[in-house]
């Protein structure tokens, strides 16, 4: 079965700016520590349409770039 997750480099880019996962915190109503650990833990929660365009807003992203893509169970991203 194939799971939706952020791409790597959105993964990255967010971890480097608390900014960035301050203000989805803001906009989604939850707290720092919460967004956070979706974004270490991958949860499909970030890739639902309210989160994506929170998180492209947060890192200055056109609205129409793709940021996450499909993934097998097995684990870890492709080099």
Do not use: W
């Not at 480097?16 to 939850?30: K, R």
């Not at 639902?48 to 169970?73: C, F, M, R, S």
Request: charged share 20%.
């Amino acid at each position: 079965m194939q799971k939706e997750r952020l791409k790597k480099e959105v993964v990255l880019a967010l971890l480097e700016s608390q900014e960035a996962i301050g203000y989805i915190a803001d906009n989604m109503g939850v707290q720092f520590q919460t967004v956070l650990k979706q974004i270490i833990s991958e949860s499909p929660t970030l890739c639902k349409t309210p989160y994506v365009i929170a998180i492209k807003n947060a890192l200055g992203l056109p609205l129409n770039n793709t940021i996450t893509e499909l993934y097998n169970n097995d684990g870890g991203y492709k080099e």
